[in-house]
């Protein structure tokens, strides 16, 4: 089952039939007892065959905050430590320790929807997509459901010094979500693979894959840790990390195509624009 917002009703689909919700509020639906059963009951008479449109989608983001959690894959790992400029220690530290990296990412503003641009900042000069599996929390610090996502990331500025992580991280179209959220009758499968594609005009320029199983973390502890002394009212969305790292010679140019594949979960596109500059 999967809900997605638009800019006039909620969506949901079981894959074979599309219902209309309506103009349903979007933070009281991810918060509905029995989500899942109650939008089954909502595809009884809804037509068959039909398809949701991707050209209107808004992110799947309401009132809820995108946090990230950073070096939960070994490739991740291993890449922070070679842009770091003090050789990146700090990042071998984090991936052995028990308490997990988790930064803020964005607030609904600065999320920008399946097929709406992403952007390089002006002073990067190596820039990346980071390819996500996003899990979707409620307020109880509930798993509820998964997005796809894109943690567009500036590397040579947070390997100048791992202080400038926000500077890094946190900027305007620096964070894709979508094109909806899936919920599962049960927690998604190990297996689950996680593919990323860059396209510069008709030419594939990189592509790689990695898995939900070489998370080293449990997305549970992941997010207890997430939700100690932190209050989520309307719920959370939490990136889990990448484990596909472009080579070093590689940064996103104005016109890149990203597209981020997530078996199940959903398909996520984005074009990419580079900041003038000043």
């Not at 050209?55 to 490739?75: F, H, K, M, S």
């Not at 929390?137 to 509820?144: E, M, T």
């Not at 049960?186 to 070489?214: K, M, N, P, Y």
Request: aromatic share 8%.
């Amino acid at each position: 089952m999967w809900i997605y917002r638009t800019a006039t009703t909620v969506i949901a689909s079981d894959g074979s039939r599309v219902a209309d919700l309506g103009d349903v509020d979007w933070d009281e639906l991810l918060h509905r007892p029995g989500l899942r059963a109650w939008l089954v009951e909502q595809m009884i008479g809804a037509p068959t065959g039909a398809a949701v449109g991707d050209d209107n989608l808004l992110a799947p983001v309401g009132r809820q905050e995108v946090w990230c959690a950073g070096v939960t894959y070994y490739r991740s790992r291993a890449a922070r430590m070679e842009e770091s400029a003090d050789g990146g220690d700090v990042y071998d530290r984090v991936y052995e320790a028990e308490r997990p990296e988790l930064f803020f990412k964005a607030t609904a503003p600065r999320v920008v929807a399946h097929r709406q641009p992403i952007r390089v900042r002006r002073d990067s000069t190596w820039s990346v997509p980071e390819a996500e599996l996003v899990l979707v929390i409620d307020a109880d610090a509930n798993i509820i459901g998964y997005t796809v996502g894109n943690d567009v990331s500036a590397r040579d500025i947070e390997g100048a010094n791992p202080l400038y992580l926000p500077q890094a991280k946190v900027y305007d179209q620096a964070c894709a979500v979508g094109p909806g959220i899936y919920l599962p009758e049960e927690a998604l499968a190990d297996d689950t693979t996680i593919r990323l594609r860059i396209s510069r005009g008709d030419t594939v320029v990189f592509e790689g894959e990695s898995s939900v199983a070489q998370i080293k973390r449990p997305f549970e502890s992941l997010v207890e840790y997430l939700y100690r002394d932190n209050s989520f009212p309307a719920g959370c969305l939490l990136m889990t990390g990448t484990g596909i790292i472009p080579p070093d010679d590689f940064s996103l140019e104005d016109g890149d195509m990203v597209r981020i594949d997530i078996d199940q979960v959903g398909r996520l596109e984005n074009p990419v624009v580079k900041a003038s500059g000043e």
